[in-house]
């Protein structure tokens, strides 16, 4: 996890609430991540980052914005959280579309 | 198949022999793949990675053995220690395309 934080690391919320989620990394890479991990699910792509201001979205990324505007930030905002987003999400940064490197994630606990 | 969480399939192997786990992927144009560890409560670590132009790559204890004509990626670990109890996931990526990620295998080591 060296070099990738993630804030806050736990999280308990409503249904419909605004929720947002920081990655912070001091490895100035260029790509960032944002996945989700639930139970018989591989790790999947929620957004990603390939620079500043430049965002993508991944396989998941309906009820989830992203925003880049600093190389170290990238954060995740539930517009209005649902049950369904009850998750844990994890942060990644690279160089592209290999090898990846996590940071310790955040479990959301969406009531 | 592999799943996560409470299905997830399990390795159990007593310390100091030799643990092998399996990944079958699907797609035959993947051409490099990661095999990551992931602790209970922390994000993935990245361990070894390995191109489509090899069969074999070694680390650490660690030795990934690529079988593109049965599309089979497996990860054997030396003298296992109880450090190495942990659920281990592969990931591919297609050329051009995303990392997908499997759902892992949990391994236990016996002391």
């Known amino acids: 996890d060296a070099g990738i934080t993630q804030s806050p690391r736990h999280k308990v919320t409503e249904t419909g609430t605004p929720v947002t989620l920081r990655c912070h990394q001091t490895e100035n890479h260029r790509y960032m991540y944002w996945y989700r991990q639930d139970p018989g699910h591989g790790l999947r792509l929620i957004h990603y980052s390939y620079g500043v201001k430049d965002t993508d979205k991944g396989e998941v990324s309906d009820g989830y914005s992203v925003s880049r505007s600093k190389t170290e930030d990238f954060l995740l905002t539930l517009e209005s959280a649902t049950s369904s987003q009850t998750s844990v999400y994890f942060c990644?940064?690279?160089?592209?579309?290999?090898?990846?490197?996590f940071g310790p994630g955040t479990r959301l606990l969406v009531l | 198949g592999e799943s996560v969480g409470l299905h997830l399939p399990t390795l159990s192997v007593q310390e100091g022999d030799n643990s092998i786990i399996n990944c079958a992927y699907s797609n035959s144009a993947s051409d490099y793949f990661i095999w990551y560890k992931q602790e209970s409560g922390k994000g993935p670590q990245f361990i070894i990675d390995i191109r489509s132009n090899m069969d074999k790559r070694q680390g650490q204890r660690v030795t990934v053995l690529l079988n593109k004509t049965v599309k089979h990626l497996s990860l054997q670990i030396a003298a296992t220690q109880p450090g190495d109890s942990a659920v281990y996931f592969c990931a591919e990526k297609s050329s051009g395309d995303k990392l997908t990620f499997g759902t892992g295998t949990r391994l236990a080591v016996r002391p």
């Open positions: 990644a940064i690279g160089g592209g579309w290999e090898t990846q490197y």
